[in-house]
């Protein structure tokens, strides 16, 4: 494992210490004179019990590495030839979770990967609601706020009066009548007050044929029960709306309802207020189109003999407004295709449609959607190519498709899935026998669905993880994923098309595999071992839809490996597996400005440190997000080459919004080379791929928009 080769540095309680850069206390200005000595060394290399004044990563005599081991995983365990004792070198960057919130985790040697302190964001004044954002790694304040309704307590500069209750508030219109100051103006029922409309099934909108209606709940209020519902109760309020059928044969009724973002329900009953008569209801889900959507379809309704008329329910979170789509369809039976003991027949190039509405759940796949799912199965008599369509009729909701091996039923038999506007799934050569396809979606949707057969090809040679072809190290190769399937399990981006390289260690490595994608995809990297059989065999996995995606690992011992690229678009990509003999972290304790810069050696290294306790000296061409004055305090490092290089900087699994700058010299700071500046907002931090020419260069670990903390930075020095 790497580690921080330092010397012991005093601790609060008295006893000589190694700080961590990820201690917010660590004091830059205590001197690292002195190892400290003392203690009686431990039996042949094992843990070294320390006591006062020494160095804790020692341990007892050895004279070679293999007699060192502290059983901790996150050190890096060596024998030190000069003193002829053991170093267990932490490294803290093996100790990360990815997890922002929780805090930095440490190694301690002889002990091994501690938690660490979660992010502290209160801020002490009552009036902010703070929370630590994962997603943004960032503390997120807001104005007190307790019912959720978009306006702040007044005592807290807000404009509510009651904020204990979503249905008062300054920006809320006031309701007539009700005996409450709904807009908190100090006026109970003033004139210009508002009256709902179609609150209740007496004051229903008529739906006379179909078409889009406009309603409104501002002012409503919720009057009525059904068996779904919007997700917060305590801001649910409803309208009426009358579904007018005349006379005649029976007819399917289809209702849409659809909002901005707020959460929207719609139930069709057959009498007013009497809930046992629901004939359907639907809640809301994410529209693929933007904002919020609600359906559901009531089968062969109507009288013939009459006229009739059916309540309908429009529930919303909070008073919006709100669009009614009413269709009247020709009457069909509830699909019979819910499960893979009824699924219906596919045939080759005959498109059927899958309506999701109302669609139950019923099969487990690594494609989750929110609605249920419909069932299909086809017939292979010899091998065959197989390429099935998915497509959104309306766009309302996105497809997810699951193609699966005879059982059907369990998670075990799917053989890969998709879930995408356009989504396709292509398998080579598919023995012979029975499949079965499953449709969801993100949205109820009408999903027009398509099989097509053709010749069995063969595969490409770097489609499977058997027999992959080696990936060269520290360069990087072009992927041309068409013609490629689903082959390797993946915990980052299930369904992908995926594309595997042999990559074979002759010793202890650090590995950083990069994924560069095509504009508009998806994509992952993962390094897995040979089998490629799922989560036991994944080393590390990383996806995401911007460019590139990064994945590390460090100290990986010696042998063979498979580096896997994974595309959701089957669209070209290009992979770089960058290795070099495993290296211990060098802490940078010091390097605050041009007068103590830190040097890397010209082969690159590992380093970590801590911004927190810097100072703001030099500005970055990057820093769009300002912070006053130079901006965040920063470290400095320096690279000299001989030659032209390609020069790779990583800070991935750093602990704040990092920012990344590289200045050409000879004199420090240096002027900032081209496309030499980059902000890093998220888990996957500053990142930079540059070809530099021979010189003198100065590196500047940053923050964005003022921001500082714990850092990592990866440097590879590869031929160009």
Known sequence: MAGLAVAALPSACGTPSVPSPFDDSFDPGVSLDGQGAGGAAGAGGAAFDAGPGVDPTLGGPCSADEQCDDG??????????????????????ACQNGVYCDGQERCQPQVGCQAGTPVGCSQGDPCLLVSCNEEAQSCDSAPRDVDGDGDPDRHCGGGDCNDLDPAVSSLLPEVCANGRDDDCDGEVDEPECTSPAHDTCKDALLLQ???????????????????????????????????????????????????????????????????????????????????????LRARAIGAKDKATAYPLYVFSDGGVDVTVRLDVLDPQPEPPNETCGTAQTLLPSQPVVASLVGAEKDLATACSAPTGELVYRFELVGPADVDVFATSIDGDGIPSMSLRAPGCALPEHEITCQTWFDAHIFRHALPAGTYYVSVAATAPTDVLLTLELGPATPEPPDESCAGAPPLPQNETVDLKLAGHQDDVPSTCLAGGVDAAYALELAQSSDVLLVGRSSLGDTVAVALDAPGCAGPPDELFCRQGSWSPVRGSLRKVPAGSYRAVAESQLSQPMQLTAFVRPAVPATVVPFADDCTEVLKIPSSGGFF?????????????????????????????????????????????????????????????????????????????????????????????????????????????????
């Open 608 to 720: 970590q440190g801590n911004t927190k306790n810097a100072k703001a000296d030099y500005v970055a061409g990057c820093d769009a997000g300002g912070g006053g004055g130079k901006g965040a305090p920063e470290q400095m490092l320096e690279l000299e080459l001989a030659q032209t290089k390609r020069v790779v900087l990583d800070m991935i699994g750093s602990g704040y919004p990092t920012l990344l700058d590289v200045r050409k010299g000879p004199d420090c700071p240096g002027k900032e080379v081209p496309n030499g500046c980059a902000v890093g907002y998220y888990a996957d931090h500053s990142f930079l791929d540059l070809k530099l020419a021979a010189g003198v260069y100065f590196i500047q670990i940053d923050g964005y928009a003022g921001q500082s903390g714990p850092w990592f930075l990866d440097v590879r020095v590869v031929d160009p």
């Open 72 to 93: 901790a995983e996150c050190t890096l365990d060596r024998c030190d030839l000069e003193i002829g004792r053991c170093r267990f070198e932490p490294d803290d960057f």
């Open 209 to 295: 044929g179909p078409g889009a209606y406009a309603m409104s709940t501002v002012a409503a209020k919720l009057d009525y029960a059904a068996s779904c519902g919007v997700a917060n109760p305590a801001g649910a309020r409803d309208v009426v709306a009358a579904v007018m059928l005349p006379a005649g044969p029976p007819v399917d009724v289809q209702i849409s309802a659809s909002t901005g973002y707020e959460d929207v329900a719609v139930a069709l009953l057959g009498q007013c207020a009497a809930p046992d008569t629901e004939l359907a209801c639907g809640t809301g889900f994410f529209s693929a189109k933007g904002g919020r959507v609600a359906k």
